[in-house]
């Protein structure tokens, strides 16, 4: 990276205390998560009713997160609602910024944490709709302007995406990678700005096909949730497709995989046109699975999705039994 | 329907013998499910160690099927392996046919089981690349025979897809879908034939970008994979992608989400081009959503979300702490 490097922040795991900006539905859940994780917050947002706003939430989800496991020490009442911008985030050692999706308020906002916070705090948005190319463009200091992208509810779902803008230094991406899974997060570091970086366009496109459906009659709402919840989503709670899919080719795994179902990439299946399946995609998809199964037969990860599937079904209270889709009928001409 | 009506197969839960014909990977996995459920099995597959095979896969999954719960009487010691396909089918109350995914010899061995099952007893095949309509070409009585497309492996993932083809009797495709539920499975009957039916339909659109990502260099398999597993994944194990997506509108559910959210189906978040968001579509999701959540409030489901998402992260061993996928560095040039 050519950007001025920033200042060396403080170890990951030393941070202790958090500002977050914003504080609606994902910037108020990750509050709840860096409270739970034994951080110290202080939290700002504009709107009149936040602070009330923001303790309900923290209160609402403070049961799920004492069954997940508080860290020592953690505590609601070490949550701080200050009563500006700069006042939040002065004392920051890392900055959370979760304003609404809209770039002019987020190119504002950055720049005004930049010009308050500490010179040696990151700040990441979580921003899921713009590159930090695009939002960094008035901050003083963008080397330390990064995007670490998570899930609703953030203080749950473990995924947060880490990626840096043009102006971002490598090594405020790396630290910010480092923080998060010192915080208990599971982090994926892209090394390029991505639209809708990696999860929310592999479900994007889950999506559309949903749409797809609904809008031509070919499957119901209910169809399509139930279509995920009792089939491939059992699995992808803990193996993702990849993977999942290396299984469907028997001990050949990836490679057998492809060479068995390759030509389907070409049937109808979605109206997302796959990529030529040429040798270098097919090794890269292999050795890639190879790579993710870390040493494991395809024995053993046979065993591991199937001892997964009993524990996930146990879990949501779907032993087997009776279907638990009930029949429908549609008044159909097929 | 305007075929000849199929004589009437007995009531779907008096069912007591099927027949599978194919015992693979997933012909196989249905023996090990009926067997489980408490029926009896003959199996036929033309195979030389088709016996030897079949058998080992049961006895292999027989200790998840004990997990789960068998049926009273379920044995291992009901399978029979019939010798020929015609012995295997003859006194069965339904056939599964789990053939190599080849149009000819699913052709052809569908008119042999139809001319070789008694007269009362519906057929399905396991396919999961042809229309009935394809299939049932040469069959003497195409009434009986639809599809029942199921899940890797059969005997632990609950979805089974009904559909008939053209020449389907609707009576059959009703029949069938109260039979696999009486057997234990989860059912979406669909009221018309779509390549990849539903469930594959997404999974592979969430596939191709996949694919489209690694091909880029954009991802590597194991970011996608975490990006599944450590994120919606966890959600998909227990609610679907249209009722968690409505949970993203907060309290105004899945209208407010797409006024919020339409507009990012314009954006290039996946390579897939989303349908018009119409009126009419808009009034599908909604109203869908409205009869999936089945007087739910979305308070009621934001609960049993976050409820879901934490007895899957303890099943799957992943109560919260440190992060669970590694920090990965990329030797990158963002």
Redesign the interface.
Same mark, same amino acid.
């Given at each position: 990276?050519t950007e001025p490097h920033i200042p060396l922040p403080p170890p990951p795991e030393e941070v202790r205390h958090v500002a977050c900006v914003g504080a609606g539905?994902i910037g108020g859940g990750w509050v709840a998560h860096f409270l739970?994780?034994g951080y110290s917050v202080t939290a700002w947002d504009p709107a009149p009713d936040a602070e009330e706003k923001l303790r309900r939430l923290v209160d609402a !989800?403070w049961p !799920?997160l004492t069954? *997940?496991?508080l860290a020592e020490g953690a505590s609601t009442e070490r949550l701080t609602v200050a009563s500006t911008l700069e006042e939040a985030v002065a004392g920051a050692q890392f900055v959370q910024e979760s304003a609404p999706e809209k770039l002019e308020l987020k190119r504002e906002l950055l720049a005004r944490i930049d010009a308050a916070a500490p010179a040696e705090a990151v700040i990441a948005s979580s921003t899921s709709?713009y590159p930090m190319t695009d939002m960094q463009t008035r901050a003083a200091n963008p080397g330390r302007l990064l995007v670490g992208h998570p899930?609703?509810?953030p203080y *749950?779902?473990?995924?947060v /995406?880490v990626? +840096?803008g043009?102006r971002t230094d490598?090594a405020a991406v790396?630290w910010a990678?480092?923080f998060?899974?010192a915080a208990?997060? @599971?982090?994926?570091?892209?090394?390029? /700005? &991505?639209? +809708?970086?990696? #999860?929310?366009?592999?479900?994007? #496109?889950?999506?559309? /096909? #949903? *749409?797809?459906?609904?809008?031509n009659g070919?499957?119901?709402? $209910?169809?399509?949730?139930?279509?995920?919840?009792?089939?491939? +989503?059992? $699995?992808? =709670?803990?193996?993702?497709?990849? &993977?999942t899919?290396a299984? !469907?080719g028997?001990e050949g795994g990836m490679g057998h995989m492809l060479d068995h179902f390759g030509p @389907?990439?070409k049937?109808?299946?979605?109206?997302?046109?796959?990529?030529e &399946?040429d040798s #270098?995609?097919r090794t =890269?998809?292999v050795e890639?699975?190879d790579?993710?199964a870390d040493g494991r037969t395809i024995a053993q990860l046979v065993a591991e999705r199937?001892?997964?599937?009993?524990?996930?079904?146990?879990?949501?209270g779907?032993? @087997? +039994?009776?279907? @638990?889709?009930a =029949?429908?009928?549609?008044s159909?001409? !097929?």
């Amino acid at each position: 990276m050519t950007e001025p490097h920033i200042p060396l922040p403080p170890p990951p795991e030393e941070v202790r205390h958090v500002a977050c900006v914003g504080a609606g539905v994902i910037g108020g859940g990750w509050v709840a998560h860096f409270l739970a994780r034994g951080y110290s917050v202080t939290a700002w947002d504009p709107a009149p009713d936040a602070e009330e706003k923001l303790r309900r939430l923290v209160d609402a !989800a403070w049961p !799920a997160l004492t069954q *997940l496991g508080l860290a020592e020490g953690a505590s609601t009442e070490r949550l701080t609602v200050a009563s500006t911008l700069e006042e939040a985030v002065a004392g920051a050692q890392f900055v959370q910024e979760s304003a609404p999706e809209k770039l002019e308020l987020k190119r504002e906002l950055l720049a005004r944490i930049d010009a308050a916070a500490p010179a040696e705090a990151v700040i990441a948005s979580s921003t899921s709709g713009y590159p930090m190319t695009d939002m960094q463009t008035r901050a003083a200091n963008p080397g330390r302007l990064l995007v670490g992208h998570p899930f609703n509810p953030p203080y *749950l779902i473990p995924l947060v /995406e880490v990626v +840096g803008g043009e102006r971002t230094d490598r090594a405020a991406v790396e630290w910010a990678s480092r923080f998060y899974e010192a915080a208990g997060k @599971s982090v994926i570091t892209m090394d390029r /700005e &991505l639209p +809708g970086f990696i #999860a929310n366009r592999l479900q994007e #496109a889950l999506w559309r /096909e #949903a *749409l797809h459906m609904v809008n031509n009659g070919e499957a119901t709402v $209910r169809d399509i949730d139930a279509s995920i919840t009792e089939g491939p +989503g059992l $699995r992808w =709670a803990f193996m993702g497709p990849c &993977l999942t899919f290396a299984l !469907a080719g028997g001990e050949g795994g990836m490679g057998h995989m492809l060479d068995h179902f390759g030509p @389907s990439l070409k049937s109808p299946w979605t109206r997302l046109e796959a990529p030529e &399946l040429d040798s #270098a995609l097919r090794t =890269a998809m292999v050795e890639g699975c190879d790579e993710a199964a870390d040493g494991r037969t395809i024995a053993q990860l046979v065993a591991e999705r199937d001892q997964g599937v009993i524990d996930v079904l146990r879990a949501t209270g779907r032993l @087997s +039994g009776a279907g @638990s889709v009930a =029949a429908r009928e549609r008044s159909g001409d !097929a």
